[in-house]
């Protein structure tokens, strides 16, 4: 089992910045990729970001040149810094690993972006 701890969300105007962290723990070892996921109010779950453990990256095409992934200090830790907030940003985010065949999610933390 993959247990997922995220921290860093919170109420930040439009225009500013926020990072988001994700820590891994349990049964790490196969964790092949992490990333991090959204959900807007009556939107369905959306990809955001997602960083592989051979360093492959990809992003949604809304955070594009906003949003960078990164891994973090620890062995399975990946960061989501995320830049030029806009209030449709405003959403839970949520932090996944993918291990063989099954996923992992975090309880999810919220980030809301006033106008």
């Known amino acids: 089992q993959v247990q997922l701890a995220e921290s860093g969300g919170g109420l930040v105007q439009a225009g500013g910045s926020l990072t988001l962290s994700c820590a891994a723990s349990g049964s790490v070892v196969s964790i092949t990729s992490m990333g991090w996921y959204r959900q807007a109010p009556g939107k369905q779950r959306e990809l955001v970001a997602t960083?592989?453990?051979?360093?492959?990256?990809h992003y949604a095409d809304f955070v594009k040149g906003r949003f960078t992934i990164s891994r973090g200090g620890a062995r399975r830790e990946v960061l989501l810094h995320m830049n030029s907030l806009k209030p449709e940003d405003t959403a839970v985010y949520y932090c996944?690993?993918?291990?063989?065949?099954?996923?992992?999610w975090g309880k999810g933390t919220l980030v809301t972006v006033s106008s």
């Open positions: 960083l592989t453990f051979e360093n492959t990256i």
């Open positions: 996944n690993a993918h291990k063989y065949e099954s996923d992992y």
